[in-house]
Nanobody
């Protein structure tokens, strides 16, 4: 069974940084598009960033431009979400997901999801 496992969440003060990891199990991440999403309490899930199999990045969320980046370490079969200058409104459960078509598209195209990791930005 294909699996994604997120880690790296936690409590951070406003202005701080976190790096989330998304590790693949039983498949090679670089073959597919991997996206990061988040869902805050009472809100719909929203896409953040996606990295295609060819290395191109799609940004779904204007509010994270210049603050969040996505990267892949093929040797570790892991995709990262680097989050800087965090704000309280970034508080959410963060998920990574895999698009089997290898390109970034809408959230409906992502078929394998991790269990999520909580990020809380608060002083």
């Amino acid at each position: 069974q294909l699996q994604l496992v997120e880690s790296g969440g936690g409590l951070v003060q406003p202005g701080g940084s976190l790096r989330l990891s998304c590790a693949g199990s039983r498949f090679t991440l670089r073959t597919y598009a991997i996206g990061w999403f988040r869902q805050a309490p009472g809100k719909e899930r929203e896409g953040i960033l996606c990295l295609s199999s060819t290395g191109s990045t799609t940004n779904y969320l204007d509010s994270v431009k210049g603050r969040f980046t996505i990267a892949r370490d093929n040797a570790k079969n892991t995709v990262y979400l680097q989050m800087n200058s965090l704000k309280p409104e970034d508080t959410a459960v963060y998920y990574c997901a895999m698009n089997p078509f290898s390109r970034c598209g809408s959230s409906a195209d992502f078929t394998v999801w991790g269990q999520g990791t909580q990020v809380t930005v608060s002083s």
